[in-house]
């Protein structure tokens, strides 16, 4: 294991703004670790809606201080363990979401870095048929699809409807409704152009949204999952009884938004399903994007059309 240094290449940005207050830093200092967390030397990252609302200073009350290293996804290696932790080593190959509540003082120094700082309960040792790029994308965005699927009561024999199948989350809530919890029916929207890649994801039928009017299906499901943020869209499409769960508004009742709680063992117990290649991860075709473009992968990502994750890779 080489050693490592007191100082390492981040993003970073000093103020809240567009993508222009984001700088490559070459002077920020390796965080310390407390006691229940480990030092990942991070390989790849993955950017999240999140990042970019956090830079943009729309999370600000709840934020941690500025300067910020923004990131929550990553996939690395552990090269330093803290005293109280148990079961990850030196050497382990691991994969999270470092920010167990991400809109409560999220960690100032995240994982667009060479170095960041997690809590051993936040990470899981990566699929073993995955490389690096490939689970970097995986944390924030299927932990956020199970959790919405757990909270929605979801179980094998009931149908679903996505609005937002080809998106970060989406195309995991899609994978996982299919082959993690065993749906009867699963739909999903999308605009024209992906509405195959929606089927090879899983789903029986594909909306194009630009073309149906979303509020006038014929079909009702047992469980809408609105990753939009649709309104009356969901609370019109769910059966009488079922639920209508949601990731950002705005969503009329009886639907519910929920904030992820992260959680490594979400990804120990979906590791088998990644493992058999059950459900597979979806990068941006536009992706990786090196680690001198940071700032491109932003503004990519802030169009919202990315299809799937927007990963960086590598990371020096
Ligand atoms: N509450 C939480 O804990 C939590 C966790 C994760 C994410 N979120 C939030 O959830 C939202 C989605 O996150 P994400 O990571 O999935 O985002 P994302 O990957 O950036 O989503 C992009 C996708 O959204 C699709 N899309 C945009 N408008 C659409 C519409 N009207 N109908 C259908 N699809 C549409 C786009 O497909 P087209 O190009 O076909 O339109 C694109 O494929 C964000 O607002 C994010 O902040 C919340």
Same mark, same amino acid.
């Given at each position: 294991?080489?050693?490592?240094?007191?100082?390492?290449?981040?993003?970073?940005?000093?103020?809240?703004?567009?993508?222009?207050?984001?700088?490559?830093?070459?002077?920020?200092?390796?965080?310390?670790?407390?006691?229940?967390?480990?030092?990942?030397?991070?390989?790849?990252?993955?950017?999240?809606?999140?990042?970019?609302?956090?830079?943009?200073?729309?999370?600000?009350?709840?934020?941690?201080?500025?300067?910020?290293?923004?990131?929550?996804?990553?996939?690395?290696?552990?090269?330093?363990?803290?005293?109280?932790?148990?079961?990850?080593?030196?050497?382990?190959?691991?994969?999270?979401?470092?920010?167990?509540?991400?809109?409560?003082?999220?960690?100032?120094?995240?994982?667009?870095? #060479?170095?960041? *700082? $997690?809590?051993?309960?936040?990470?899981?040792?990566? +699929?073993?048929?995955?490389? /690096?790029? @490939?689970? %970097?994308?995986?944390?924030?965005?299927?932990?956020?699809?199970?959790?919405?699927?757990?909270?929605?009561?979801?179980?094998?024999?009931?149908?679903?409807?996505?609005?937002?199948?080809?998106?970060?989350?989406?195309?995991?809530?899609?994978?996982?409704?299919?082959?993690?919890?065993?749906?009867?029916?699963?739909?999903?929207?999308?605009?024209?152009?992906?509405?195959?890649?929606?089927?090879?994801?899983?789903?029986?039928?594909?909306?194009?949204?630009?073309?149906?009017?979303?509020?006038?299906?014929?079909?009702?499901?047992?469980?809408?999952?609105?990753?939009?943020?649709?309104?009356?869209?969901?609370?019109?499409?769910?059966? #009488?009884?079922? *639920? $209508?769960?949601?990731?950002?508004?705005?969503?009329? +009742?009886?639907?519910?938004? /929920?904030? @992820?709680? %992260?959680?490594?063992?979400?990804?120990?117990?979906?590791?088998?399903?990644?493992?058999?290649?059950?459900?597979?991860?979806?990068?941006?075709?536009?992706?990786?994007?090196?680690?001198?473009?940071?700032?491109?992968?932003?503004?990519?990502?802030?169009?919202?059309?990315?299809?799937?994750?927007?990963?960086?890779?590598?990371?020096?």
């Amino acid at each position: 294991m080489s050693e490592i240094p007191s100082k390492m290449k981040a993003w970073i940005y000093d103020e809240y703004g567009d993508v222009n207050v984001l700088r490559l830093d070459e002077g920020v200092s390796v965080p310390e670790i407390k006691e229940h967390q480990v030092l990942v030397k991070v390989v790849a990252a993955a950017l999240n809606p999140v990042d970019f609302k956090r830079r943009l200073g729309w999370l600000k009350a709840t934020d941690s201080p500025l300067p910020t290293v923004p990131g929550c996804d990553v996939a690395g290696i552990v090269v330093k363990v803290g005293s109280q932790v148990k079961n990850l080593k030196e050497g382990d190959e691991v994969y999270g979401d470092i920010n167990e509540k991400g809109l409560d003082k999220p960690k100032q120094f995240g994982s667009l870095a #060479e170095y960041t *700082a $997690v809590e051993e309960k936040l990470l899981a040792i990566k +699929p073993n048929n995955l490389d /690096f790029q @490939l689970a %970097a994308g995986i944390p924030l965005a299927i932990e956020t699809a199970n959790e919405g699927l757990e909270r929605a009561e979801f179980s094998a024999g009931k149908s679903i409807l996505v609005l937002g199948g080809a998106g970060g989350v989406g195309s995991w809530v899609i994978q996982l409704a299919k082959h993690v919890y065993g749906a009867s029916r699963i739909a999903a929207t999308s605009s024209t152009s992906k509405l195959e890649l929606l089927k090879s994801l899983g789903a029986d039928l594909a909306i194009d949204y630009t073309k149906e009017n979303l509020k006038e299906l014929p079909e009702k499901f047992d469980v809408v999952y609105d990753a939009i943020g649709l309104g009356e869209t969901g609370p019109n499409a769910v059966k #009488e009884g079922g *639920a $209508v769960v949601g990731i950002s508004g705005p969503l009329s +009742p009886p639907g519910f938004i /929920f904030i @992820l709680t %992260a959680d490594g063992a979400v990804l120990t117990k979906l590791n088998p399903f990644l493992e058999s290649g059950k459900i597979k991860p979806l990068n941006d075709p536009k992706g990786p994007f090196p680690f001198s473009k940071v700032a491109d992968a932003f503004s990519y990502l802030e169009t919202g059309r990315a299809t799937g994750k927007v990963v960086i890779y590598p990371i020096p």
